[in-house]
């Protein structure tokens, strides 16, 4: 068990029954009245954020997160098929816990787990991938509106939309945690 004292940012907490990650806490001393630590917690598994006032020196259970990287083998259907880069070790991850960003991870990708014991409790994929264009409609010469785009799939399978002058087999960078086109990769 730790204590409010002990709190610092980016510490796992088990708090109302679920894991949350501390992002910010102030040990505040009003007046004449007891001090307390006002957090602002963050949801693991939503994701959704919380402020609770905790009593100075109030015991919290503290959870003790592993990060470990993975590489992503395919996706069966129902799960994420990823393997152990240190144990070899294949194991099946929810899609759920991966999150949107998955429908542009391509195979051999690696995504780092986080776990508690061997429950995943949450996934980290990479911000930025480079996927190849699979399909486009070909931009029309002299059609050169600003900020207009068309729809791409990409070898995933996702759908991006694209400025007008990128064509099929052009590599292009891809933000997953928005799904928006970054820019056309150089290579």
Do not use: C
């Amino acid at each position: 068990m730790a204590t409010t004292s002990d709190f610092r940012v980016g510490m796992v907490i088990r708090f109302n029954g679920e894991l949350h990650r501390i992002d910010e806490y102030i040990h505040r001393t009003p007046g004449n009245l007891r001090a307390f630590v006002q957090a602002k917690l963050r949801n693991i598994k939503t994701g959704k954020t919380t402020e609770n006032r905790f009593r100075s020196g109030e015991e919290v259970e503290e959870v003790r997160m592993e990060q470990k990287e993975f590489q992503f083998l395919y996706h069966d259907g129902s799960s994420y098929q990823l393997m152990d880069k240190e144990t070899y070790e294949q194991i099946p991850v929810d899609e759920s816990i991966i999150g949107d960003g998955a429908k542009f991870i391509k195979e051999g990708e690696t995504i780092q787990l986080m776990m508690v014991g061997t429950d995943v409790v949450a996934a980290e994929i990479p911000f930025n991938v480079l996927l190849k264009v699979v399909e486009t409609v070909p931009g029309v010469k002299g059609d050169t509106a600003t900020g207009a785009t068309k729809p791409a799939t990409v070898e995933t399978g996702a759908i991006v939309n694209v400025p007008l002058f990128i064509n099929e087999g052009d590599t292009i960078k891809v933000d997953t945690r928005t799904g928006q086109y970054l820019e056309r990769a150089k290579m």
